[in-house]
């Protein structure tokens, strides 16, 4: 089993430092693989920029949705809302993050083949800076689920149970070696944005079972909702995938072009 750690006597909030190292080392992993797919430095640096930001505004928001009682206090004092930097959620960081670099694309002119390669530098470096992160979450202990005898349990205080956020760690981290493996052989464009899509979103599905009580709407809960929509979103990239394949080899084989 995994101890407990006490960290509220540190003078650094380590889940504050943690986030920040994670940032620094996914964008320096992201911009070498947009390099190897020549991307312009410059370019793919004011969508990093563009993309935290949108993923920060996007995690706050969408930590009310998990706790339905703050939408009082958002009533009584809408100033929290401005508070990016109070909690975070994952899913509305991604969201955020992803319809940043949406608008970022599109806006820059961005040749729409080429969105792919973006998203896979990007999605081939989350599980590498990711569970940094999520190593912050485990030392403050935000995400306690339910109780356990498993070795993979934590001795909190009032009994073992499992730390969500630790098993999200382990999960990245064997990820992040899946991807080192599969980087030995060139991929086709939008692999790993699909296959992070599926895998992260099949873990989060999972892991929702170890929830204590979560909020439901419509008897689903948030994590249910938000990785279904993450497995749509796969199955969806690689249908387009495939339309943009057509048209390509349309286009070569086409008489024109021969």
């Not at 949108?54 to 206090?73: D, E, N, V």
């Not at 098993?167 to 944005?193: C, H, I, S, W």
């Not at 080899?249 to 072009?257: C, D, G, H, Q, W």
Request: charged residues 15%; proline residues 5%.
């Amino acid at each position: 089993m995994f101890p407990y750690l006490d960290v509220t006597g540190w003078h650094l909030q380590p889940f504050t430092v943690l986030i920040a190292i994670a940032l620094a080392v996914g964008y320096l992993i992201a911009l070498q693989r947009a390099k190897r797919s020549g991307i312009e430095q410059e370019h793919f640096t004011k969508l990093g920029l563009c993309v935290i930001v949108a993923a920060f505004m996007g995690g706050h928001l969408a930590k009310f949705i998990y706790s339905p009682s703050s939408w009082r206090i958002i009533a009584i004092e809408p100033a929290v809302l401005l508070n990016v930097f109070q909690g975070q959620a994952s899913f509305g960081a991604f969201l955020g993050g992803y319809l940043g670099a949406l608008i970022f694309l599109f806006w820059s002119a961005t040749p729409y083949r080429d969105w792919y390669l973006y998203a896979d530098a990007a999605c081939f470096a989350v599980p590498f800076s990711w569970w940094l992160g999520r190593v912050g979450c485990y030392l403050v202990h935000d995400h306690p689920g339910i109780r356990t005898s498993s070795w993979l349990g934590v001795r909190y205080p009032g009994g073992t149970r499992y730390d969500l956020g630790l098993l999200e760690v382990l999960f990245l981290l064997t990820l992040a070696a899946v991807f080192l493996l599969l980087d030995r052989k060139p991929r086709p464009r939008g692999f790993y944005y699909v296959a992070f899509m599926f895998s992260y979103g099949s873990f989060r599905f999972l892991l929702d079972r170890l929830h204590v009580d979560p909020p439901r709407y419509g008897g689903w809960t948030v994590d249910q909702i938000a990785a279904s929509i993450l497995l749509a979103g796969g199955v969806i990239t690689i249908l387009e995938l495939m339309r943009l394949e057509r048209a390509q080899v349309s286009i070569m084989t086409s008489p024109e072009v021969v």
